[in-house]
């Protein structure tokens, strides 16, 4: 039986090494073996081994929203602020430390690169650095319903503030749809959502950072406070300090988001209608994104055809209101129709 299913299973993995190769799979002898084939094994490696592992770690995160979520309401608001305000005082006591010892290498954040969703990569994190950590830091510590604010520390994840936030009918102005992205990254570094083009990025939605500079001392960075720190904070990617809280804007969510597809066949006409429906104003879609496919799929009759000609003659689709995902066929193949 085992030798059956272990058959079975070796069957598959060499089909879907054959299958998945393509037509594109035999690369220039140019390219070092070991590249051409890693190139060749793409599929089965992605099937069964990255998609497993993904999967598995995003059961890992929601456990941790979910088990978070718990002890953040288990410990209450008081004992939340008190851990935060011991924390702080942790990053405090190792720049000091840091000083005192004359500053042996440059400041960076523990996290590992791997864990990261920056698209740059890891550079040297483990030469010649003093990290400090702050992955403990992720907790929110305030959400305020009528005022439409909240108070986070920076390892709070945009999973998390789904999780906090939704149930009371509420999303940050500019909410990062990817879970693991952290507050503290985009603060640092930067953010954009589908609905930027009414509200603007996500620096702008931020009232106030909580922020220890590298000399240990800390500070409460609002606009009017200290405007050159309020302003230099976005995009500084960490080098204006360690961010330790950040007060931002709220917006009240509706149960439902109506989307709407609207094919269009060129670069230059995707270009000309996504700028003029993100000039509309108020009446401009909330949520306004792009996908570029080499095939499409119609949205009202929703066949999905690889066909070229299908394609471009499919005339269901009309354009309405809310979110707008323009479908572009970029590089225009003409294949065999194959619907299903
Ligand atoms: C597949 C993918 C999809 C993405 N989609 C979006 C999207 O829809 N919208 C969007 O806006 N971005 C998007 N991004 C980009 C992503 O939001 C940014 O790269 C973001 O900065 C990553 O945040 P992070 O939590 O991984 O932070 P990190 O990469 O850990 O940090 C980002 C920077 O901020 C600094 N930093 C982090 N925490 C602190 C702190 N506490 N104090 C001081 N400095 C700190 C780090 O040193 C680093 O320079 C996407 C990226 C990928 C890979």
């Known amino acids: 039986m085992l030798l059956a299913v272990l058959t079975c299973f070796l069957a598959v993995v060499v089909f879907t090494i054959f299958a998945g190769a393509g037509p594109n799979a035999s690369l220039s002898k ?24 993904s999967y598995i770690q995003g059961l890992r995160r929601n456990y941790r929203t979910w088990s978070g979520a718990r002890a953040r ?26 000083n005192k010892a004359g500053r042996p290498g440059k400041l960076r954040t523990a996290r590992p690169s791997w864990a990261s969703m920056s698209t740059k990569l890891g550079s040297g994190k483990d030469v010649d650095t003093y990290k400090i950590e702050i992955r403990q830091m992720n907790s929110i510590l305030r959400v305020d ?8 520390e920076p390892s709070v994840t945009m999973g998390e503030l789904t999780h906090a936030l939704m149930p009371h009918g509420l999303a940050l102005q500019t909410h990062v749809e990817m879970e693991s992205i952290t507050i503290g990254g985009i603060a640092c570094g930067f953010g954009i959502e589908t609905n930027s083009h009414k509200v603007g990025l996500f620096q702008e939605s931020v009232l106030a950072y909580e922020m220890v500079d590298a000399n240990g001392k800390v500070h409460h960075v609002t606009k009017d406070s200290d405007p050159e720190l309020f302003y230099a904070i976005p ?32 670069p ?17 879609p909330v949520f306004l994104e792009a996908s570029l496919r080499t095939c499409c799929t119609c949205c009202t009759c929703d066949t999905y055809c690889t066909c070229y000609t299908c394609c471009t ?12 995902h323009v479908y572009m066929t970029t590089t225009p193949r003409l294949l065999p129709c194959s619907p299903f």
């Open 30 to 53: 140019e390219f070092p073996w070991q590249f051409r084939l890693a190139a060749a094994l793409r599929t089965p490696v992605l099937m069964f081994i990255v998609i497993p592992l």
């Open 73 to 98: 309401a288990a410990l209450g608001d008081d004992a939340i602020m008190a851990k935060h305000a011991a924390d702080v005082q942790a990053i405090v006591a190792k720049l000091t430390a840091w």
């Open 145 to 152: 319903k009528e005022g439409l604010t909240v108070t986070a």
């Open 235 to 266: 995009w500084s990617c960490g080098t204006a300090g360690f961010l330790v809280s950040i007060k931002v804007r709220l917006v009240r969510t509706k149960p439902f988001v109506r989307v709407r597809y609207e094919p269009t066949r060129s």
């Open 268 to 284: 230059e006409e995707l270009t000309a209608r996504m700028t003029a429906l993100s000039k509309m104003g108020d009446k401009a």
């Open 313 to 324: 003659s499919c005339t269901c689709c009309t354009y309405c209101t809310y979110e707008l």
